[in-house]
DNA sequence: TAACATTATGTGTTGAAACAAATATAATAC
DNA sequence: GTATTATATTTGTTTCAACACATAATGTTA
């Protein structure tokens, strides 16, 4: 086991080496969103609320459907109405009611929405570089490699 | 950019190899949690008190002060007295308080609490050797050691 | 075209997380 | 030995997430 593990968890004993790698996946992924989340609150958004931005603006100035964002988002969520809600009370979104399919509701992000992320984005890719400060190119790329295999063929 | 990535979040262009790395990861972390609290659901509990089950049951007989629970939590929450509330609540742990300072609450599994944990750790551990089965052992502790260095020197 | 299934979103309710402030005890300094 | 500071936990409050159910529109099929 590796001694950073041991030090954050005070393991007494060596767990198996699938759930050692659990364990360090679920540390690493929680400390990088705590740094993320940390940036989010001074913007008064959460991380839900980020990603929600960061895929609508990928779009602009089309919209998405709710569906459409569900599928996009990096941690799934059932409730991306409330999300939505959220984001609109705050004038960062917009709901537009199609006319072709009535049952949809697209979501638009808003200029003041806009202006949000381009505040945001520098200084999350500023945490990111620190944060994998400790790792060269190659590392990055290896760990993303790996990352994926994982994922790849889940639901 | 990889192309499991590129099917999981939809992305136009490729993000910079510090921003891949942390989408990845989070993306498999919390590919992970969710198999898990999957499992944990059918016993009615959440992944966090699993969590503090899991670190209370590597003392028995002993127990933990709050703050050594909050400790070795793998996410670390701020507010572990709720998650003892509820835990107590269920029976799966009791709250003791100490002669030596009366400041602390010591908390301690009980029967029922070391039974749940028994119950419900081969199924953890059979998700995970399934989650990971798409890493070779070498990749595995690859894996492991990449992501011990990203929190490594991090609080 | 009426009936049924499917898809897309919204609502109601309950339980849990986040943050700040409060309480209680212990340790330290003078 | 009293005042001050630090530590350990609890409580209050507000916001957020999860789950099931409800509503509404579309698609499909006999």
Do not use: W
Request: proline share 3%.
């Amino acid at each position: 086991m590796g001694e950073n593990l041991q030090n954050r968890l005070k393991l007494t004993k060596q767990p198996p080496l699938r759930e050692e790698v659990a364990l360090n996946l679920a540390i690493a992924a929680s400390y990088f969103s705590g740094k993320i989340e940390k940036i989010l609150g001074k913007f008064e958004i959460s991380g839900a609320q980020y990603n929600v931005l960061r895929i609508l603006k990928g779009v602009y100035p089309e919209g998405h459907a709710r569906c459409a964002i569900a599928m996009r988002m990096i941690e799934r969520s059932p409730d991306i109405t409330r999300i939505i809600d959220r984001l609109e009370k705050q004038g960062l979104v917009e709901r537009i009611r199609t006319e072709e399919d009535r049952r949809m509701s697209i979501t638009k992000i808003t200029g003041k929405g806009i202006e949000i992320v381009n505040k945001v984005n520098p200084l999350v890719s500023i945490e990111h570089a620190e944060s994998t400060a400790n790792l060269s190119d190659e590392e990055c790329k290896l760990l993303s490699e790996l990352t994926e295999k994982l994922y790849k063929d889940m639901g």
